[in-house]
């Protein structure tokens, strides 16, 4: 909660600048929720509304429900999404969404961060589907043409062609910047994964 206020503070500092940028009127949340999904923000952030449980970034319920609380517009929250968006260190990538995509998905976390339990999915609203669970939790990272995933902070599953036990042990376990799931995703979930990675790779 209490981490937004630097960032919203460098936002107005930045704006009084002339480089924030105002809100943009026409935003497609709809558009914005497939997409923070299908391109990966959910592989490394939580965010109730999409059930995502990525832990690599910042908790993004916690990161802005005190910046609602405190009555901030959504219009300032958006442009701080955006801004990282494009402005984004590593790990997380620059401009991993762009145009009118990059406005629909700071449109679409804006109005969903921080609203609470009423709108809190547990992991297991992914459901057990392979592909699904891979888009969400892993797409951020690897590369993986039948998941449209495109990531390179890990290894392009493409080219390793992992078998189904070790995506699995990998997935339990985690390794260097790759959390461990094991709790986070059901036994079902880890296994329909390591399924579809096993056997959609280098297809
Ligand atoms: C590979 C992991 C990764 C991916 C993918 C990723 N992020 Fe991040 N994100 C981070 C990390 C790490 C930070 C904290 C470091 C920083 O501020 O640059 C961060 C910071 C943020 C912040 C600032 C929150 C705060 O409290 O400071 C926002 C907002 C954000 N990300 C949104 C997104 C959105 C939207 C996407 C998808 C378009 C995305 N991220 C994709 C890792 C990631
Ligand atoms: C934050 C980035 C990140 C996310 C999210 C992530 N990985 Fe990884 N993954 C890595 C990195 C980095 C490595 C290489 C380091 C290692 O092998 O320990 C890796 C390694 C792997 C490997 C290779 C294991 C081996 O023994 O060669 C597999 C398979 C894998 N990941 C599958 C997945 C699956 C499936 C998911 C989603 C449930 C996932 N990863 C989520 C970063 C990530």
Known sequence: MRRALPLLGALLLLAGCGTGGKAPAHADQANGQKLFTSSGCGGCHVLAAAGSQGTTGPNLDYAFAGSKEQGFKLSTIENVVLDQIREANPPMPKNLVKG????????????????????????????????????????????????????????????????????????ENGGSVMSAFKGKLTAAQIAAVAKFVSSSAGK
């Open 100 to 171: 009118q995509n990059a406005v629909d998905v700071a449109a679409y976390v804006a109005a969903v961060a921080g609203t609470g339990s009423a709108n809190a999915k547990p992991p297991s609203a992914l459901g057990n589907d392979g592909k699904t669970i891979f888009q969400s939790e892993c797409a951020s990272c690897h590369t993986l043409a039948a998941a449209k995933a495109t990531g390179t902070i890990g290894p392009n599953l493409d080219q390793l062609k992992p078998a189904e036990a070790i995506v699995k042990h990998q997935v």
